[in-house]
């Protein structure tokens, strides 16, 4: 505990502006050997790996031998090469990228304010940030998995089991406990998701996970001899084929797991099992509300929960029995704008996704025909909104196929008022991450989302626990005046607006 703790302070403490300093290792279970070369160079860097290679008064000696070694060689291609950023970690060395990497490093900084912890007291805030600042993706998670470890007194293999679930909503074959398991852990933290393989050690464990979707390779060898070798690749380690006991892949979401205290390679299925049973985990989801439950309770009757008014502009959509709420004055359906949808949108995307023979479709003033093979618009004026889509028409369900860039406008600098989410956009190597079908994949999809207070990360609990799941993030207005009427929990809600001056 001193040493991280000393490492911890001394990363926050002595940097200055201009000057670099970065502690490569500090462990008293694990060195770490790195540097930016090519990995024969690593022998010859090393004083200590050069004189037990080759003294042989040295070549037995106990401070340079090991059981266990991890090794990560790669060219950098989305981050500028240096020794920060180099691999292996503290803890893990990583193939692929994590792409939700912003949302899991702002929500690491939010929890720092509800931490407690008994085993380090007053010492905790000489300790944050938890992820140290200018690291890359690899580095950042390497972070908050030594995090867990160190201070959340987890063991390495449940703390990466929470940081990389896999995909159970959808599974049917998969154990009620282990599902139990993810709920909870998801109301914890989120995942740090992407298309990755993770390798990491603390030196009694050595293993590695693949994350759900399974977009990274990874193979595995174990020998007669007792040596089990894991690599990206087949062919990294020459391995006599009379020698190989068992080969295989290692499958989405699921871990390889060597405990050298026990001598055993642990089986995926029971390693986690044994990590769910250690917590209560279906008294504790008792305390996990969806909206359904709060509609239950909610003081006002199903039938009253309408919204009167929904102000667009300067024109209110009126009482939500008249028909007529949703027209402007000119005839034209304010949903569409409402929502983002424009001319382009319709009769690019959504028409060739739900009609390819016969069309008929009133929107904005404007009818749309198929003649020829072609969508055309004709100023018509608009009484009804009409879709076919019927299977008798030939409906493809397919979303339109296109190579063109996006020469869209900045949000910040349309002219229009664009939608909130349009003022954002999601970082991502894109050249490097392979397009997901989210129907051909919805096994390993979900828009499932815990929301509402957090509770101590480093204490696992049932407070834990005490959240609102929604299957999804869109809310009615209906879902949103049960949310700020709700009591569930001794929740006060509040629905705010307003950001910082500074921001």
Not at 220 to 228: A, K, Q
Not at 329 to 351: C, H, S
Request: proline share 7%; hydrophobic share 40%.
């Amino acid at each position: 505990m001193g040493v991280f703790v000393t490492r911890k302070q001394a990363t926050h403490r002595i940097p200055r502006p201009g000057s670099r300093f970065y502690i490569c290792s500090l462990s008293a279970s694990t060195i770490v050997y790195k540097g930016q070369f090519s990995p024969d160079q690593l022998w010859t860097y090393y004083p200590d790996l050069q004189v037990s290679l080759w003294s042989p008064a040295l070549l037995h000696n106990p401070e340079f031998e090991t059981y266990l070694a991890l090794v990560h060689t790669r060219f950098s291609t989305n981050t500028f090469p240096s020794w920060e950023r180099a691999h292996p970690y503290r803890l893990l060395a990583h193939n692929g990228e994590i792409n939700t990497l912003r949302g899991n490093v702002n929500l690491m900084k939010a929890r720092e304010g509800t931490m407690k912890s008994d085993l380090y007291g007053s010492k905790l805030k000489s300790l944050y940030p938890v992820v140290e600042p200018d690291l890359s993706d690899s580095g950042s998670a390497d972070c908050v998995l030594e995090w867990l470890v160190m201070v959340g007194q987890r063991t390495l293999p449940e703390a990466v089991m929470t940081m990389v679930p896999e995909a159970y909503q959808r599974d049917n074959l998969m154990p009620e406990e282990k599902k139990e398991f993810y709920r909870w852990s998801e109301c914890t933290m989120e995942p740090w998701d992407g298309p990755a393989l993770l390798t990491f050690t603390d030196g009694r464990y050595i293993g590695a996970i693949l994350d759900r979707n399974g977009l990274r390779p990874s193979r595995f060898y174990l020998t007669s001899d007792n040596v089990m070798v894991m690599a990206s690749e087949v062919g990294v380690y020459q391995v006599p084929h009379h020698k190989i006991l068992q080969k295989g892949r290692l499958e989405p979401g699921r871990m390889l797991l060597v405990d050298t205290e026990k001598k055993v390679v642990i089986n995926d299925q029971e390693l986690k099992l044994q990590i769910a049973y250690g917590y209560p985990l279906k008294a504790w989801l008792k305390n996990l509300v969806t909206l359904g439950d709060l509609y239950k309770v909610d003081e006002k009757p199903a039938e009253e929960l309408e919204v009167n008014h929904l102000g667009i502009g300067f024109h209110g959509l009126g009482a939500l029995g008249d028909p007529r709420r949703w027209l402007t004055p000119n005839g034209k359906d304010r949903r569409l704008a409402l929502f983002g949808y424009t001319i382009e949108t319709i009769n690019m995307l959504l028409v060739p996704m739900v009609l390819t023979n016969v069309l008929s479709l009133f929107s904005k003033g404007r009818l749309f025909k198929k003649t020829k093979g072609h969508l055309f618009p004709h100023p018509l004026t608009p009484v009804s909104v009409t879709i076919i889509t019927s299977d008798f028409f030939g409906s493809t369900r397919k979303e339109a196929l296109g190579s063109m860039g996006n020469d869209a406008p900045l949000a910040c600098l349309s002219e229009y008022q664009p939608l909130l989410y349009d003022y954002f956009k999601q970082l991502f190597a894109q050249v490097t991450n392979p397009p997901i079908d989210p129907f051909r994949e919805q096994i390993v999809m979900s828009l499932g989302c815990p929301i509402g207070p957090s509770a101590n990360i480093l204490k696992p609990s049932d407070d834990q626990c005490k959240r609102l799941f929604l299957k999804n993030p869109i809310l009615s207005i209906k879902d949103l005046e049960v949310i700020k009427r709700t009591k569930v929990h001794g929740w006060k809600v509040s629905l705010s607006q307003l950001l910082p001056a500074e921001a």
